[in-house]
């Protein structure tokens, strides 16, 4: 992976670990990212100790601009326990008193959550429920593509906190947008549907490609509107006419192409993540 990847893939690891704990936690992992850049193993991780990241931490903190020392050992201890226990997914592992970061597993749970917050958009926060019931609860507990349990429209709506008539349209909608698969399981081999057991469930892989494929379909438009925008902008050197025409239509523009750049930084982060 090339040095500027690798620098997106580990500043989005920082920002998601900043916004699961705090400014401290974001920093103490760049320091560790970093530790791990210098002797990595062969799988890209390497294991460390509190006092090598100790000794790699800035004297200053965000939060507390007039600290003049770094976090002590105890502190750094607590914060790695933290992320070894968090139950979105274990950001750190512990080996007789090293730790490591789980770079995979943080990947796939920024992945996951870019998910969730697109199924949010698109249904609600009912169903975003649902969706989050779907997908964080995996075959092997940790964020890696091993797999999400399959459940049934029963069991989805209990956990949900939500009668199964509400449950069963908003499943068949995220089924519609294809973020949601449905198996069958008949017990009867004509298929009876009063004996078949139907059974929801979330493919990872299935998932991220059709959200690739919505992503660059709005690309594709999002570039139209933009040159049609840009053809209605003044010549430069032209004489002023409409100030106020051509400030809402550089306004315009400038909206397009930030929704283009967003776009196109989630797009990347589903590729190298």
Not at 22 to 50: M, N, S, T
Not at 107 to 118: P, R
Not at 204 to 212: C, G, I, K, M, R
Not at 217 to 245: F, Q, W, Y
């Amino acid at each position: 992976m090339s040095h500027f990847l690798m620098e997106f893939k580990h500043l989005a690891i920082e920002r998601f670990v900043g916004f699961q704990i705090d400014e401290k936690a974001q920093v103490l992992v760049k320091v560790a990212l970093g530790l791990q850049e210098e002797a990595p193993d062969r799988h890209g991780e390497h294991l460390f100790v509190v006092d090598d990241l100790r000794a790699k931490c800035p004297h200053e903190f965000g939060d507390d601009p007039g600290r003049k020392q770094p976090l002590d050992w105890k502190e750094i201890c607590n914060y790695l326990d933290v992320m070894c226990q968090d139950p979105i997914c274990e950001m750190a592992s512990t080996l007789h008193g090293k730790y490591k970061l789980k770079v995979r597993e943080l990947s796939n749970a920024i992945k996951q959550m870019i998910l969730e917050e697109v199924v949010k958009q698109k249904v609600g926060e009912a169903g975003c429920r649902l969706y989050r019931i779907l997908l964080r609860r995996h075959a092997k507990r940790a964020c890696t593509s091993k797999g999400q349990q399959k459940l049934e429209l029963k069991q989805i709506a209990e956990l949900g906190l939500m009668p199964e008539r509400d449950a069963r349209p908003l499943l068949m909608t995220l089924m519609q947008l294809e973020y949601v698969l449905m198996q069958e399981v008949p017990k009867t081999v004509d298929r009876n549907p009063k004996t078949t057991t139907y059974l929801w469930h979330v493919s990872l892989p299935h998932a991220y490609s059709t959200l690739e494929a919505e992503i660059l379909k709005m690309v594709s438009h999002l570039h139209i509107r933009l040159r049609h925008e840009c053809s209605t902008l003044p010549a430069e050197g032209a004489a002023d006419g409409d100030d106020v025409a051509a400030m809402r239509a550089s306004a315009k523009v400038d909206c397009l192409e930030h929704t283009l750049l967003k776009l196109h930084e989630t797009l990347l982060l589903l590729r190298i993540l």
